[in-house]
């Protein structure tokens, strides 16, 4: 065990989910498509080619593979490595986290991050 690798909030699991993101301040008509990398209830990162600064509010909407519900959440970028872009969900309803946490309970055969 590395002593010195980042203590993480929360489990982080990969995956690969179309998500519409775009900066909280902007209309509709300005999102961005774009493919997550990572997911756990508190956030996910994606790959993102446009530049999206540390510190930005924005809003991402996908829908979790196997389930009819879209979900809308309010994030903030919280790091940024090249094209891939780390988010942190914030003011998550008890509805959305319920339903990550079902889909990430259910991806037995994919490996914890």
Same mark, same amino acid.
């Given at each position: 065990? =590395? $002593? =010195?690798?980042? $203590?993480?909030? #929360?489990? @982080?699991?990969? $995956?690969?989910?179309?998500? @519409?993101?775009?900066? #909280?301040d902007e209309p509709e008509e300005a999102v961005t498509v774009v493919r997550s990398y990572e997911l756990s209830e508190g956030g996910m990162s994606v790959y993102a080619s446009e530049s999206l600064e540390v510190g930005t509010a924005m809003q991402v909407a996908f829908s979790l593979p196997g389930t009819e519900r879209g979900l809308r959440i309010r994030a903030v970028i919280k790091n940024r490595r090249g094209f891939r872009c780390g988010m942190e969900f914030v003011e998550l309803d008890a509805g959305a986290r319920d339903a990550i946490l079902r889909y990430l309970g259910s991806l037995v055969d994919v490996i914890e991050i």
């Open positions: 065990m =590395n $002593v =010195n690798a980042p $203590v993480r909030k #929360w489990k @982080r699991f990969k $995956v690969d989910i179309r998500v @519409r993101l775009r900066r #909280w």
